[in-house]
């Protein structure tokens, strides 16, 4: 069995005295765990930081097996953020999330190419300091999170009012359904309901970072408890660690 894609590296796990077990995650292959022989050594440790997309070669004698992976580096973007610990953070907890949330080998080609997106922000944006460019790509960070849930099958439904089909003034969320709710429709429930940013509905939106907050909190909600929590999970400690991050 042989297979060849480009895979972006989500982690890299120590296996025996000097290989690691990766795990990928590839278009046409969705994550996928395989053996890299000597993975351990310096030279390949560089090889395996996550963040890294790579060309891989998979073998294996039956399709069932680990099998292992032959890797070629193609661009590094953990190296591209590694002086700003706030886009690191970021980065893993993108890396952690999909890593813990989507399963072995099914292909989610829409979630690889969102992914490449978000770390092309990430490695573009301005350095630590810069407010408005650090809020532009946590923005983006947020919206990725929302395709997570797409590719997980727990999508929200932020196009209109739920009770009223309004698209007009649509600022909260209902955490039993998913969708969004119009002001006056969701007042007299606001104090359940989770508020949506309009950053989440208009493009154009500059967010602001309650905003930022807002929409980290609706995605979470939703990772974990319609997610995580089903499968007997936690969230990811890299995520956690993100929003730790951003509230300093």
Not at 90 to 102: F, Q
Not at 176 to 203: C, H, Q, T
Not at 218 to 240: E, K, V
């Amino acid at each position: 069995m042989e297979w060849r894609d480009q895979g972006l590296v989500l982690s890299a796990r120590k296996h025996g005295e000097t290989a690691a077990i990766v795990s990928l995650l590839t278009p046409r292959q969705g994550r996928h765990l395989g053996l890299v022989r000597g993975g351990q050594s310096r030279r390949r440790q560089g090889l395996l930081q996550p963040g890294n997309l790579v060309d891989a070669v998979w073998r294996a004698r039956l399709e069932e097996h680990l099998g292992s992976f032959t890797l070629e580096a193609i661009h590094g973007f953990s190296a591209g953020v590694l002086d700003d610990p706030l886009r690191l953070k970021g980065l893993t907890a993108a890396l952690a999330l999909l890593d813990a949330g989507l399963a072995e080998r099914e292909a989610h080609e829409g979630i690889f190419h969102e992914t490449l997106g978000l770390l092309r922000a990430l490695e573009a944006a301005p350095g630590a300091g810069a407010e408005d460019g650090t809020r532009g790509w946590i923005a983006a960070h947020v919206r990725w999170e929302l395709k997570l849930l797409d590719c997980l099958g727990f999508g929200l439904d932020l196009s209109a009012c739920a009770a009223t089909g309004t698209t007009e003034e649509l600022v909260y969320v209902s955490p039993r359904s998913g969708r969004a709710v119009s002001r006056d429709a969701g007042a007299p429930y606001r104090e359940k309901l989770l508020a949506l940013p309009g950053f989440l509905i208009d493009p154009g939106a500059a967010p602001s970072r309650i905003d930022i907050a807002a929409g980290l909190a609706l995605t979470g909600y939703f990772l974990q408890g319609h997610h995580f929590a089903g499968t007997g999970r936690a969230m990811p400690a890299a995520r956690n660690r993100f929003i730790d991050a951003l509230g300093k």
